[in-house]
Nanobody, 120 residues
């Protein structure tokens, strides 16, 4: 069984920084694209950033220049460094990872979510 476990998050003042981590565990062949999504109260879940297995990154316009997604394949972990945080970044953040399992099927998994609250 594949699991994604998130860490990080919390409460920070506007302008501050936080780093989220998401580690994969279980039996699988490869980790493919990794990403972060967020969901604010009363809003739909939205894409924040993605990173491919080759290191290509993509960001939502709202976080470009402030957030950085990265991955450490040896640790099966992805990170989201969030700088210059704004109150509108307040949301529950979820990691999402596509994995190729032992049957060569590609399946996407979600982390448990972690709250990020930015006070003004």
């Amino acid at each position: 069984q594949v699991q994604l476990v998130q860490s990080g998050g919390g409460l920070v003042q506007a302008g501050g920084s936080l780093r989220l981590s998401c580690s994969a565990s279980g039996n699988f062949l490869t980790i493919n694209t990794m990403g972060w999504f967020r969901q604010a109260p009363g809003k739909q879940r939205e894409l924040v950033a993605t990173i491919t297995s080759g290191g290509l990154t993509n960001y939502a316009d709202s976080v470009k220049g402030r957030f950085t997604i990265s991955r450490d394949n040896s640790k099966k972990t992805q990170y989201l460094q969030m700088n210059n945080l704004k109150p509108e970044d307040t949301a529950v953040y979820y990691c999402n990872t596509e994995i190729t399992n032992l049957r060569m099927s590609k399946i996407k998994y979600w982390g448990q979510g972690t709250q990020v609250t930015v006070s003004s």
